[in-house]
């Protein structure tokens, strides 16, 4: 429909780049995709040479403020995911959701799709999880008709951090290592998946809140053999003390001042978090795939599995 306009945050990123695909195959209607990171930002207008791509930082007013004129629909998918920094999460999960908000209540959008996380409701306690809370609230008290979708852990094809960025390292190191044990269960989620829960979501312009995770429960050094064999690495999955692999990542964040992996992750990736798996399958009318064929998506697509994006 020619009469819809929807406006993308963090368009650049892991759920934009999935999402944006899936919205023009549906011909969803005008879309305006605005990321603040340059190179992502530059890879998006590269991969669709046709979209509206606005570089701006969300949380400083500007231009892309008037992107929302004419709009009705917002998918809310900024964030702050990682670093070590607290300013970070409060400037780009709170301050930038706020003058979001405000550009979108001015302009009178009618509906809203707000990305948040599996880690509101899981017993870590740490800023990701402390602002994701927050940037609820903010959508929350808008009075814009929504959605709040809680992913869990998500993979699939422009992973930069999670089970991307970790497959990559694989391929660079002779041994990977997993801290402790390594049975600490995930439920990991295909990002394609959850694209296409945002999709049924906007198209039939669903409220509530609902936590989306994957189907299947792996164990995550099982998760990370099952990357290894797909990705066809010469790396060696071994187990390591927990307390050597914290002390490896606390000395490495002394050199980099912006790490994709820290002490506070790790915390969370060891967190027993078994998340209520809802029947979002039928609720969304998507059909989950199976874990190893979203493997096989993410790291043997011909074309976009080499795409990569920065950190």
């Known amino acids: 429909m020619a009469s819809r306009k929807i406006v993308i945050t963090g368009a650049a990123g892991l759920v934009g780049q999935n999402l944006i695909p899936r919205l023009e195959q549906r011909n969803f209607g005008e879309i305006v995709a605005i990321d603040k990171h340059p190179t992502n930002t530059e890879t998006l207008r590269r991969l669709h040479p046709n979209l509206r791509v606005i570089h701006a930082d969300l949380a400083e007013p500007g231009p892309w403020q008037d992107e929302f004129a004419g709009a009705t629909h917002l998918m809310n998918g900024h964030a702050q995911i990682g670093g070590i920094y607290t300013a970070a999460y409060t400037r780009n999960n709170i301050t930038a959701t706020e003058r979001v908000v405000e550009a979108a209540v001015r302009n009178n959008v009618s509906y809203a799709v707000n990305i948040s996380s599996s880690a509101v409701t899981s017993a870590a306690h740490d800023d990701y999880t402390e602002s994701k809370k927050g940037q609820e609230k903010i959508l929350r008290e808008s009075g814009i008709k929504q959605i709040v979708l809680r992913p869990a852990l998500m993979y699939g094809l422009f992973d930069r951090k999670h089970i991307g960025w970790l497959a990559r390292f694989m391929q660079r190191s002779p041994i990977f290592p997993v801290p402790g044990s390594g049975r ?100 969304f009318g998507v059909r989950p795939t199976p874990l190893q064929d979203g493997l096989n998506n993410t790291f043997c697509d011909p074309t976009y599995s080499k795409v990569v994006l920065d950190f």
């Open 184 to 283: 600490y269960v995930r439920q990991p989620l295909y990002v394609g998946d959850f694209c296409n829960v945002i999709v049924s979501a906007l198209q039939k312009e669903m409220t509530g809140t609902y936590p989306i995770t994957g189907v299947e429960k792996i164990d995550y050094i099982d998760l990370m053999r099952a990357v290894n064999k797909t990705t066809g690495s010469p790396t060696h999955v071994v187990r390591i003390p927990y307390s050597v692999f914290w002390s490896m990542l606390k000395l490495y964040a002394v050199f980099d001042k912006n790490p994709s992996f820290t002490t506070r992750q790790l915390e969370a990736l060891v967190t027993p978090d078994i998340y209520d798996l809802i029947d979002w399958p039928t609720i």
